[in-house]
T-cell receptor
Framework: EPEVTQTPSHQVTQMGQEVILRCVPI?????FYWYRQILGQKVEFLVS????????KSEIFDDQFSVERPDGSNFTLKIRSTKLEDSAMYFC???????????FGNGTRLTVT | QKEVEQNSGPLSVPEGAIASLNCTYS??????FFWYRQYSGKSPELIMF????GDKEDGRFTAQLNKASQYVSLLIRDSQPSDSATYLC????????????????FGKGTKLSVIP
């Protein structure tokens, strides 16, 4: 069964450094998302992406965050200058569109020290 | 502020019993409702979705929706130890059959423990 893949599974970085989290959505899916989950907290929406542009973003998704679909398969989340509070599990998800569920990847655990 | 509330649990049920998980939401504009299962350290896995009032059954799982009461529930029949996980309720403003992107608001989850 097709799945969303995310790399790396765990990323450790120092405060102030830039990180790029990578995702390969399911190939025929049209909508792409990033969610995050701080340890012990709710899963929170960050951003959705469709037709090569952001369609929705939350208050969390400030100027330090950006997303990109650099080619036909990858979908990336960049955090320009990481803060301690960015430590969380980041989940990529994709959906086919109408009448289809969100499929989540296995996540990248980001640890900012 | 859109809120989705769940009892954090833990909810303990014996193997073979029915587990009942509940969720309330604040946004009356919510149109689509989802139950995800999340094992510790893993990603959410879709169990069921519902967008019409009433019951929807899929195998051992039944989702129930009451939009007037802003309440959605999940029943798990014949609970198994492998059902032990955190169950996340999520809601979205768009009708599931509608086009557009998908901003889910999640509850914090109810931890279910099925005792052998």
């Amino acid at each position: 069964e097709p799945e969303v893949t995310q790399t790396p599974s765990h990323q450790v970085t120092q405060m102030g450094q830039e990180v790029i989290l990578r995702c390969v959505p399911i190939s025929n899916h049209l909508y792409f998302y990033w969610y995050r989950q701080i340890l012990g907290q709710k899963v929170e929406f960050l951003v959705s992406f469709y037709n090569n542009e952001i369609s929705e973003k939350s208050e969390i998704f400030d100027d330090q965050f950006s997303v990109e679909r650099p080619d036909g398969s990858n979908f990336t989340l960049k955090i320009r200058s990481t803060k301690l509070e960015d430590s969380a599990m980041y989940f990529c998800a994709s959906s086919e569109g109408d009448n289809s569920p969100l499929h989540f990847g296995n996540g990248t655990r980001l640890t900012v020290t | 502020q859109k809120e989705v509330e769940q009892n954090s649990g833990p909810l303990s049920v014996p193997e073979g019993a029915i587990a009942s998980l509940n969720c309330t939401y604040s946004d009356r504009g919510s149109q689509s409702f989802f139950w995800y299962r999340q094992y510790s350290g893993k990603s959410p896995e879709l169990i069921m979705f519902i967008y019409s009032n009433g019951d929807k059954e899929d195998g051992r799982f039944t989702a129930q929706l009451n939009k007037a009461s802003q309440y959605v529930s999940l029943l798990i029949r014949d609970s198994q130890p492998s059902d032990s996980a955190t169950y996340l309720c999520a809601v979205a403003p768009l009708a599931y059959s509608g086009a557009g992107s998908y901003q889910l608001t999640f509850g914090k989850g109810t931890k279910l423990s099925v005792i052998p």
